[in-house]
C-alpha cells in the first residue's frame, strides 16, 4: 500500500519543548516538503527537499528544523524559538522537483500550551 | 511576490448543478496547474492537473487553462453533497505556490 504516513495524528506538548514529527513515504518520491496550515490560511512552506542529504528552506523556517538522512523520510523538528506552533503540519511528497504535482500526508495537528 | 488568488467563498452550488471554481496566478511562465480538494480536518487530495491551454476532463470535474489570461478554472458537473469541502488552486513557479482554497457548498 503506498502512501504517505505522518504520526502522531495529534500531538500535545509544553511551551518550551521541542518536538518532532514523523513523515515517510513509500512511493519512491525524490522530493518532500512540509508546510504548516493555520485556520482561515493556506499552506505556507517550511522546508523542503529534492535529494537526500539535501534541503532547502521555505517561506517561514524560523523555528523549524529538518534532516534528510533516507529517501523515504523528512522529519520536522518545531523548535522552542518557534513562537506560534499550534498548527496543523502536513508533509508532501512529489516524484522530482516543484514542476510535478504533490501528495500530501494525513497531517498531524500539534497543540503547545 | 508571485500570488495566485482565489475567491475565498463560500460558493453555494444547489445539488446537481454545475459549480465553477476560478483562480488566477500572476507569473506568466507557470508550466504545472494542479486543483487539491481538502475536507474540514483533512489534507489536501489532489484531483486534477493540467498542464496545457484548454480542457480537461475527469469524471464530473473539469479543469480549464487559459495562459494569455492567467487562469485556471475547475467544472464540478451534477454536483453533490460530498463536494462540499475547500478547493485548493496550486501553480507551479519556481515552487508550487497554493491559493488560499475556495469553500464550496453544495446545497441538498
Known amino acids: 500500500d503506498g502512501g504517505i504516513t505522518q504520526s502522531p495524528k495529534y500531538l500535545f506538548r509544553k511551551e518550551g519543548q521541542n518536538v518532532t514529527l514523523s513523515c515517510e513515504q513509500n512511493l519512491n518520491h525524490d522530493a518532500m516538503y512540509w508546510y504548516r496550515q493555520d485556520p482561515g490560511q493556506g499552506l505556507r512552506l517550511i522546508y523542503y527537499s529534492q535529494i537526500v542529504n539535501d534541503f532547502q528552506k521555505g517561506d517561514i523556517a524560523e523555528g523549524y528544523s529538518v534532516s534528510r538522512e533516507k529517501k523515504e523520510s523528512f522529519p520536522l523538528t518545531v523548535t522552542s524559538a518557534q513562537k506560534n506552533p499550534t498548527a496543523f503540519y502536513l508533509c508532501?511528497?512529489?516524484?522530482?522537483?516543484?514542476?510535478?504535482?504533490?501528495?500530501f500526508g494525513p497531517g498531524t495537528r500539534l497543540t503547545v500550551t | 511576490q508571485k500570488e495566485v488568488e482565489q475567491n475565498s467563498g463560500p460558493l453555494s452550488v444547489p445539488e446537481g448543478a454545475i459549480a465553477s471554481l476560478n483562480c488566477t496566478y500572476s507569473d506568466r511562465v507557470s508550466q504545472s496547474f494542479f486543483w487539491y480538494r481538502q475536507y474540514s480536518g483533512k489534507s489536501p487530495e489532489l484531483i486534477m492537473s493540467i498542464y496545457s491551454n484548454g480542457d480537461k476532463e475527469d469524471g464530473r470535474f473539469t479543469a480549464q487553462l487559459n495562459k494569455a489570461s492567467q487562469y485556471v478554472s475547475l467544472l464540478i458537473r451534477d454536483s453533490q453533497p460530498s463536494d462540499s469541502a475547500t478547493y485548493l488552486c496550486?501553480?507551479?513557479?519556481?515552487?508550487?505556490?497554493f491559493g488560499k482554497g475556495t469553500r464550496l457548498h453544495i446545497l441538498p
Open positions: 508532501a511528497s512529489s516524484p522530482r522537483d516543484n514542476s510535478y504535482e504533490q501528495y
Open positions: 496550486a501553480v507551479n513557479e519556481d515552487k508550487i505556490i
